[in-house]
């Protein structure tokens, strides 16, 4: 009997307890945020999903060697003013957001984004095709591009030449123990 009491008394207890903080917290403000409606601001340098600004990227393949895991794929027809780029894929299944790809892309083309929320049924779903295959091929010589009216890259100013530091002539003047006086 007097265990049925204090398990009516606990269970009224615990309750309360709960209640309690539950009112304490009632006129907070909340933490958490009313997904997916409202999102969370990333800091600037955030690494979300690697993007590829298609119009810029030239297929210099400069990504795909420096990716530690392999997970660019690149494909180009053709040579020199004749090179077409006609595949650029990310596999997200296997990127490890490193960011290396994107600190050493010339253009610029490559960034880490903000998106971080690609959930997916199916793991393939996750090799990401960036190029439309509506817009056919992207030509990746700087003249071509340039012909075709793609974005190409200005090009650096080059860095001046440093002025060459004086150099002193040599004195005919010696000392005049040098001189080969005789004593
Ligand atoms: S972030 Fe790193 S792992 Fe991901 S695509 Fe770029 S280089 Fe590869
Ligand atoms: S390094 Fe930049 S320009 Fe070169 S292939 Fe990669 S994304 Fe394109």
Same mark, same amino acid.
């Given at each position: 009997?007097g %265990? ?6 606990e ?8 209640m309690?903080?539950?009112?304490k917290?009632i006129y907070k403000?909340p933490v958490?945020?009313? +997904?997916?409606d409202?999102?969370q601001v990333?800091p600037?340098?955030?690494r979300?999903f690697v993007?590829n ?7 210099c393949?400069?990504?795909a060697?420096?990716c530690?895991v392999?997970?660019? +794929?690149?494909?180009s027809e053709?040579?020199? %003013?004749?090179?077409?780029m006609?595949r650029?894929?990310?596999? +997200?299944?296997?990127c490890?957001w490193?960011?290396?790809?994107t600190?050493?892309c010339h253009t610029g ?6 998106? +971080? ?9 996750l090799?990401y !095709?960036?190029m439309?295959?509506?817009?056919g ?5 700087r003249?071509?591009?340039v012909d075709?009216?793609?974005?190409? !890259?200005?090009?650096a !100013?080059?860095?001046?030449p440093?002025?060459?530091?004086e150099?002193e002539t040599?004195?005919?003047?010696k ?9």
């Amino acid at each position: 009997m007097g %265990k049925y009491f204090a398990d009516i008394f606990e269970a009224v207890t615990s309750v309360m307890k709960g209640m309690q903080i539950s009112i304490k917290h009632i006129y907070k403000k909340p933490v958490t945020l009313q +997904y997916p409606d409202h999102r969370q601001v990333l800091p600037e340098r955030y690494r979300g999903f690697v993007h590829n600004d298609m119009t810029k990227c030239d297929s210099c393949n400069i990504c795909a060697k420096l990716c530690p895991v392999d997970c660019i +794929y690149i494909e180009s027809e053709g040579k020199g %003013k004749e090179r077409m780029m006609t595949r650029y894929a990310i596999d +997200y299944n296997k990127c490890i957001w490193c960011s290396l790809c994107t600190e050493n892309c010339h253009t610029g083309s490559i960034t880490m984004s903000h998106d +971080y929320d690609h959930s997916v049924y199916d793991r393939r779903s996750l090799v990401y !095709e960036f190029m439309d295959p509506s817009e056919g091929v992207i030509p990746c010589h700087r003249g071509t591009r340039v012909d075709m009216g793609w974005w190409v !890259e200005p090009k650096a !100013e080059k860095p001046k030449p440093k002025p060459k530091p004086e150099t002193e002539t040599p004195s005919d003047d010696k000392p005049s123990d040098e001189k080969g006086v005789e004593n």
